[in-house]
């Protein structure tokens, strides 16, 4: 020791304390670190200050000082480590053993994500995103889209009226009017968003649901662009054996129009494969020329295609969901398990 620098001593000494104050975790600890630095006999800090008369009077002052430095600065951490370890939770008798809570996870909602994954493989194929409004006019969601009010196609999605010829729209079909009034051909956009319906609350109907729209306008459009379209769409989707059938259907703005099915073949864990059964995905069709004409485009010009897909159906589908109100309760015990 007589050989050390006291100075660096000290601060070893001071150090040293200072840990073992900071691991004490109830005040018995606390109190052996005290008497094993500064108590009166035993301390060690003690110890150098009571031998400062034995050193040369060149060193004594600045030892002395730092001494007494170490004394305060291990005194003031005994005192603020005794004053924790009483008001933490240790002293009021929680259990400290029960797990914490983890932190809330956010994911996006199972619809949003197939929205998402729908248009990022349209986005490939070279539509972009495009919307509309949610309450629209009679012109728009009925009309222009070559549906007479008195028709029957009306009369289903006949929503609720806000005020004199603005409803909510039935449908996401009026974004293709609004884009081709907006915009020159050609147009390859898809137009996801809310739509309403006559429809009672039940496993497989929500009065309120997303759509996806989807349209094609261009010179020279066939119906082997929509039909190579959609059945790529569907293999990017759901795999490169899926197939893809087009069954006739009626709807006033698409002629010939088209219900698309799709049927997956799915590998089960033991390596088996497995057809699926047919799943409709949506309506679609070769946009009709009256509609095509309805926004001032000439019709012996321009051919195109449209769809209109619903989402949910397929999320419900991908995640083996049973009844569509699933989606809209926000229940988190369900949410959660999309939390990535
Ligand atoms: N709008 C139709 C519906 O909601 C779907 C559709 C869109 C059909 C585009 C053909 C073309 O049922």
């Known amino acids: ?38 108590g009166r006999s035993e301390g060690r800090i003690s110890a150098i200050l ?17 001494a007494n430095r170490v004394k305060a600065v291990v005194g003031n951490a005994l005192e603020a480590r005794t004053a924790a370890l009483s008001s933490g939770p240790a002293a009021s ?43 629209d006019t009679l012109w728009y969601n009925f009309e222009a889209l070559n549906t007479p009010l008195d028709h029957p196609a009306a009369d289903e999605q006949d929503t609720l009226y806000l005020v004199d010829s603005v409803l909510l729209r039935s ?15 050609p147009i390859r956009i898809l137009a ?12 497989t109907h929500t009065p309120a649901f997303m759509q996806i729209e989807g349209l094609v306008i261009d010179e020279g459009v066939t119906f082997v662009d929509f039909k190579g ?9 759901w795999g490169p054996d ?40 949506m309506g679609a069709g070769m946009v009709d020329p009256a509609v095509i004409a309805n926004v001032g485009y000439d019709p012996e010009r321009y051919t195109g295609w449209a769809f209109g897909m619903g989402p949910a159906r397929i999320a419900k589908l ?21 939390a990535p």
């Open 192 to 203: 996801p968003g809310w739509v309403y319906r006559r429809d009672t609350y039940d496993a």
């Open 229 to 237: 379209t959609l059945a790529e769409f569907a293999r990017r989707y």
């Open 50 to 66: 009571r031998g400062l008369g034995a050193l040369p009077a060149a060193e004594r002052p600045a030892v002395g000082q730092e």
């Open 171 to 185: 449908h996401t079909s009026p974004v293709q009017i609004r884009t081709m009034e907006a915009h020159e051909p």
């Open 93 to 135: 008798g929680e259990d400290l053993t029960l797990p914490s809570r983890g932190p809330w996870k956010g994911g996006l909602h199972p619809i949003t994500q197939a929205i998402d994954e729908i248009c990022d493989i349209f986005r490939d194929l070279g539509f972009t995103r495009a919307r509309g409004p949610e309450a």
């Open 1 to 38: 020791m007589s050989d050390t620098n006291p100075i660096e001593a000290l601060k070893a000494l001071e150090a040293e304390a200072l840990a073992a104050v900071a691991a004490a975790t109830d005040a018995e600890a606390l109190e052996k670190a005290r008497v094993a630095y500064l």
């Open 318 to 338: 991908k995640h083996g969901v049973d009844d569509l109100r699933t989606f809209f309760e926000n229940d988190m015990r369900f949410l959660a398990q999309f």
């Open 242 to 281: 899926t197939e893809v059938r087009f069954r006739p259907s009626f709807f006033p703005f698409t002629e010939p129009s088209a219900e698309v099915d799709v049927k997956r073949v799915i590998t089960r864990p033991d390596g088996t494969r497995e057809d699926t059964d047919w799943l409709e995905i």
